[in-house]
């Protein structure tokens, strides 16, 4: 198999299931080392073997909470270039739903776990990994968002609302880097079978969805160094959130 991202460092957030471990396996088919990020060990873990089985490599595993680890997130960055010398690649696929509620019941604990990891998680991403992917030659930050940003829906504000600011803050970052190497985008995987569509859509039949390992490919695809867009916001799937 070719490996356009032989000898790249990808950092990949969510990766312990669903999306992110989806792509943090195409992501090392492609050659990448990955590094993954998520709240449970034993899900990376399961992330791990199956990068090991469809490559016979292993991935880095940093179990992290993105609400609460605030320093160990602002350290990532450094901490990556020190251990392999680079960072190539930032894809935040983390996400938190929490509760569908009218936005006149929002509680401040939701609110505030559903912007952490969303939205404030996707600052300090920048923040950190801002250097080392300007440093390399074909730097590539992908930033999964939702639907919900362009198509609101009762009940789904909270979590709308986060998405919209990470957008708006990515495209700002995009603009900002556009003379360099880097290329900054928004990936949007419509409706697939993940956990979060089933805690919004506990009665929906996930074998009749798109599998992560569906979308993978084409969030992959903007990791790439042939990839020339940036600031774009890419909708991968015909089934639109």
């Known amino acids: 198999m070719e490996q356009p991202l032989k000898d790249r460092v990808a950092l990949v957030t969510g990766a312990s299931r669903g999306i992110g471990a989806a792509l943090a396996v195409e992501l090392a088919r492609l050659g990448a080392q990955c590094v993954l990020v998520a709240r449970t060990q034993g899900g990376l873990e399961e992330t791990d073997d199956a990068i090991r089985a469809a490559t016979g490599r292993g991935a880095t595993l940093l179990p992290m909470d993105l609400q609460k ?6 350290m990532l960055g450094p901490s990556i270039v020190e251990r392999f010398g680079r960072l190539d690649i930032l894809v935040h696929n983390a996400g938190a739903l929490n509760k569908l509620t009218p936005v006149a019941h929002v509680e401040p604990r939701d609110w505030a776990e559903v912007m952490a990891v969303n939205l404030t ?17 074909a730097g590539r930050a992908v930033f999964v968002t939702t639907g919900r940003v362009l198509r609101p829906k009762a009940y789904w504000g909270m979590y ?9 803050l990515v495209q700002t970052w995009a603009q900002e880097v556009e003379k360099t190497p880097l290329r900054v985008n928004l990936a949007d995987p419509g409706i697939v079978a993940t956990k979060m569509r089933a805690l919004a859509f506990p009665g929906e039949d ?25 600031g774009a916001r890419v909708e991968l799937s015909a089934t639109p959130a």
């Open 69 to 74: 680890q605030e320093k160990d997130l602002d």
């Open 121 to 137: 998680a996707a600052w300090r991403l920048i923040r950190t990994c801002d250097p080392p992917l300007r440093a390399s030659d």
């Open 160 to 168: 709308g609302a986060a998405k919209a600011g990470m957008e708006h």
């Open 206 to 230: 996930p074998a009749t969805l798109p599998t992560p390992a569906a979308v993978a490919p084409g969030i992959a695809a903007l990791c790439l160094p042939s990839e020339t867009r940036s």
